[in-house]
Structures are given as C-alpha cells and as structure tokens.
C-alpha cells in the first residue's frame, strides 16, 4: 500500500489535501531516492551491494532493476564529471565536512549474507566501476568514518588525470 493510499483512509475529512501531498511525496520521493542512493554508494562501507539490497527488500524482484537504473544515472553522471574536470582543472576550494550517520548494526543484520548482482571483479569498465568491484570496507570497522576525508585521500586511486 502506498502512502497515498494510506493518508486516504486515515484522513477522510480531508481526503483531497492529503492525497494531493501524497501524490506529491511520491513524485518528489523518486528523485530524492536517486541523489540518497548515489550518496550511499560513495560511501566505501556500503557501495552499491546496499542499495542493491535495499531496493531488492523493498521491492522485492524488480529491486535489482531499479538498483541497476541507479547505476546507470550514476555512470552518466561520472561522465559528466570527468567531462566538467577536464575542461575545469586545477582550483580546489575547502569545504566544511561532516562525519558519516550512525547506522545502527541491526540495520546490517542480512546485509553482510547479500551478495551483489550486479558488482562483481568481471565488470571493470571505468575508474567507477573499479570503485564498485572492489571489496566494501567493513561497516563495524569503520563506524566513525569521515566519508570526504576517505575521498581526499584516495582520490588519485580512482581518477587518475
């Protein structure tokens, strides 16, 4: 039951507002989901196996499709990065950064069983997908991690120029 239909019922007395919100949540729900997934899968402890396996609860069987059109939005848009940072190089400005949420470890419970469909050492296309193909690092291990530091520092491994 999606959430526009379940604001429905509880909400008859105002039944057209609530599902007109709904329709919005929804709709604006899709593009949010696409920007958190790719904010997920930079983060080396879960890459894309998570929103893999995410989307596979979710949704059930069409979870790995919907995980794999994510991958390709993110694919384009590494393209349109590497286009930008050839024709813009060189200034880099300092940035405030944040430490990563806490995601508590039952949250985690099956996701050290799943093993991606998608991710896997036979599919090295681009400095992206050697990114995605290489092992996570552990969740429990690195709780504390400051995922823009992380990236500072392996910058070159990934997008050599």
Known sequence: ?????????????????????????????TSYSVILS???ILDPRFKLQFVEYCYGKLFGNDGEKLANDILDKLKAFFQEYLKSSNEISGSSSQRS???????????FTDFGKFQSKLCGPSRKESDLQIYLDEEKLDHKKYEDLDILQYWKANEGKYLEK
Do not use: G, Y
């Not at 950064?97 to 949250?107: A, L, Q």
């Open 38 to 40: 790719f904010a997920v």
């Open 97 to 107: 950064v944040r430490s990563s949420p806490k995601i508590p470890s039952s949250d």
């Open 1 to 29: 039951m999606k959430i526009k239909e379940v604001a429905c019922v509880f909400h008859s007395e105002n039944q057209n507002q609530v599902c007109c919100m709904a329709k919005k949540f929804d709709r604006d729900w």
